[in-house]
């Protein structure tokens, strides 16, 4: 079921019952969108599209808009060039990003649900603790791992089409080359203090989050049989 269709379902559900606060997260790059301005990802058009039915449904909405998770395209889709030739291999070009931590928005949407009066008809925007380009990141990553990575900017298309060898549905792959696209062109240039202003927590960085999952990007030395 698209996602439109999803959320005007949830929503009609919500109002229903009576629903004391309503928390939707979308994207940060929807705070770029409009009814004429959009992007060339379809999950971005229908973020953009959900967050406009929930404002015209009249519920206790607040919206929570994350930059790119690490988990996402850090976590899933660089330890294989890590691992195997130390480096970052994504077509992120020169321009900087601000990922941040899925850990870091589940605490600010448990904050948000704690008491969310105060919070109702918001847009919180949340980020990392930084924003800077992958040369820099692949720094981060060298220093959690103790050993040097450098970033390696690659096209967007073989990229992609690697991506559906691998496996990866049709729609997800359009949409992270889309993302790829926005890094590009500095589209996820953007920095927030949400995280700390609503958590009391800063945001996890690029290196600590690498050192937390230093066996996923360390290759694992062969198991030799005894005779």
């Known amino acids: 079921m698209p996602i439109w269709r999803r959320t005007v379902n949830t929503a009609a559900v919500a109002k229903h019952h009576g629903v004391k606060a309503f928390i939707n997260m979308s994207q940060m790059t929807v705070s ?3 009814i004429t301005e959009t992007t060339a990802s379809p999950q971005h058009k229908l973020q953009w599209l959900s967050e406009q039915a929930l404002n015209w449904s009249g519920l206790p909405v607040v919206h929570v808009r994350p930059t790119v998770f690490l988990e996402g395209f850090f ?6 060039s890590v691992t195997q030739s130390n480096e970052i291999r994504l077509p992120f070009g020169e321009d900087k990003t601000s990922p941040v931590a899925a850990e870091d928005v ?3 949407v448990a904050t948000l649900l704690q008491n969310p009066r105060p919070h109702i008809g918001k847009i919180y925007h949340l980020t990392g603790p930084q924003s800077e380009n992958m040369h820099f990141y692949a ?4 220093k959690a791992l103790g050993r040097t990575i450098t970033f390696q900017d690659i096209p967007v298309e073989p990229w992609r089409d690697a991506l559906l ?4 549905p049709v729609h ?10 926005l890094h590009r062109a500095g589209r ?3 920095m927030s203090d949400d995280v700390l202003m609503l ?3 800063r945001p996890l960085s690029v290196q600590e989050f690498v050192r937390n999952n230093a066996g996923t990007f360390t290759a694992q030395a062969p198991i030799m049989a005894s005779a």
């Open 32 to 34: 770029q969108m409009s």
């Open 75 to 80: 976590l899933t889709l660089t330890p294989d």
């Open 106 to 108: 589940a605490r600010v």
């Open 139 to 142: 720094q981060e990553y060298s």
């Open 165 to 168: 060898e691998r496996g990866f």
């Open 172 to 181: 997800v792959v359009n949409h992270l080359a889309a993302m790829a696209d």
């Open 188 to 190: 996820y240039d953007r």
């Open 199 to 201: 958590t009391g927590q």
